[in-house]
C-alpha cells in the first residue's frame, strides 16, 4: 500500500460522511427533493467508482495494535432488539441460534453457532466509522464471509449478499437490513464476527453474529443477522435500495 493510499482513504470518509451528516441534520424537505436525489445518486456513483479506481480488490483497511484500542466500544442503532424471537435465543445464550444462509447458491446451508465458530477464523483490529460523527476501534473475531460462501457455492448470477437481521425498525414489521456487493463479500476483512474484543459479542454490539465491512460505514455493518441471502438484483427487496436507511435517503455505497 502507498503511502497515498490513508490520505485518499481519510478525504474519501470525510466527504461521504459530511452528505451523510446533512441528511441526518434535519434537511428533509432538500433530501426529499427530485435534484437534490439525483445529486446524491451522482455522488455516490463517483465514490464508487473513485474507490474502485485508486483501490485495488485487495485492498486492506488499516489494522491497528491492541494499545490503540478504544476503552468503549459505543453501540450504533439498536441496542436490544425488541423481538420476542431473538429475545428466548439471547435467553439460552444462543444455543439455538441458526443462521440460515440461501438465495441464488447451489448449496443452500443452515449454521448453528459452534459450527460457524468450527470454521477457519480471522482476528482483526480495525476503526468503525459512524455516519453520526464518532469512531471506535475494536478486536473482531469472526469467520471470514468468503469461508461461507465457500461452501455455499454462489451461482454465477449472484450479485449481491443481504443480511436480514433480527431488530424490528418500528411498528409495522420492518426489520433491519443491509447488502454489499460480491467483491466486499469476498473481501478478506469482511467477517462474521461472533468476538469482541476477546470476549463473546456484546448484544448491544449485534450478538450473536454481526458483519464487518471494513472498508465501509458502521451502517453497513449490520447486526443481529439471522439470515443471509444472495440475489441478482436489489430493487425487489424492501424499499428496493438496500438497505434499511438506504431506503430513507442514505447512500447505498458507504466506502471509506
Not at 488499516?62 to 476503552?71: C, G, N, R, V
Not at 476501534?137 to 465457500?150: A, F, N, Q, T
Amino acid at each position: 500500500m502507498t503511502s497515498r493510499a490513508p490520505a485518499r482513504r481519510l478525504f474519501l470518509r470525510r466527504t461521504l460522511a459530511a452528505g451523510s451528516v446533512l441528511l441526518l441534520s434535519g434537511c428533509d424537505r432538500l433530501s426529499r427533493s427530485e435534484w437534490f436525489a439525483k445529486l446524491l445518486g451522482s455522488a455516490e456513483k463517483l465514490t464508487f467508482a473513485t474507490q474502485r479506481l485508486l483501490l485495488p480488490r485487495t485492498a486492506m483497511a488499516q489494522e491497528f495494535t491492541e494499545a490503540d484500542l478504544s476503552p468503549d466500544f459505543r453501540s450504533n442503532g439498536t441496542r436490544n432488539p425488541d423481538n420476542p424471537e431473538y429475545q428466548a435465543l439471547a435467553a439460552n445464550h444462543f444455543a439455538d441460534y441458526r443462521l440460515q444462509v440461501g438465495g441464488l447458491v447451489a448449496q443452500p446451508r443452515i449454521y448453528s453457532l459452534d459450527e460457524l465458530k468450527a470454521l477457519p477464523d480471522r482476528t482483526q483490529i480495525t476503526r468503525h466509522d459512524c455516519v453520526e460523527g464518532w469512531s471506535a476501534i475494536g478486536k473482531w473475531k469472526g469467520v471470514p464471509l468468503s469461508r461461507v460462501l465457500e461452501q455455499v457455492e454462489p451461482h454465477p448470477s449472484a450479485n449481491y449478499v443481504v443480511f436480514h437481521c433480527a431488530d424490528p425498525m418500528d411498528g409495522a414489521g420492518t426489520r433491519y437490513y443491509e447488502s454489499i456487493d460480491m467483491e466486499d463479500a469476498w473481501h478478506a476483512q469482511t467477517l462474521l464476527a461472533y468476538e469482541l474484543n476477546d470476549a463473546p459479542l456484546p448484544i448491544k454490539n449485534g450478538a450473536p453474529i454481526r458483519v464487518r465491512v471494513e472498508r465501509q460505514l458502521g451502517y453497513k455493518m449490520a447486526k443481529y443477522i439471522m439470515r443471509i441471502e444472495l440475489v441478482d438484483r436489489l430493487d425487489t427487496i424492501a424499499g428496493g435500495q438496500g438497505g434499511y436507511w438506504e431506503d430513507r435517503g442514505y447512500e447505498w455505497y458507504a466506502g471509506i
